[in-house]
């Protein structure tokens, strides 16, 4: 089902800035509402990177006080 665009301003060739922000969003908006998927396997992989992150600071925390 395609949706009509809220946007009119979408449709012009020249836009401001804050306009072609908006539009992009919109698109984003619409891919993520359609296919689903892409977003939980974005998700998952940023939970997995942050949860990295998180372990390699406590490895580095625990070195520092057995010295």
Do not use: D, G
Not at 46 to 58: E, G, P, W
Request: glycine fraction near 0%; hydrophobic fraction near 40%.
């Amino acid at each position: 089902m395609v949706k009509e665009n809220p946007f009119k301003f979408c449709e012009n060739k020249s836009k401001t800035i804050k306009q072609n922000v908006i539009c992009e969003q919109h698109k984003l908006h619409q891919a993520m509402t359609e296919n689903a998927l892409s977003f939980v396997i974005f998700y998952v992989f940023t939970v997995f990177f942050i949860a990295f992150l998180f372990q390699l600071t406590k490895k580095n925390s625990n070195k520092r006080k057995k010295k």
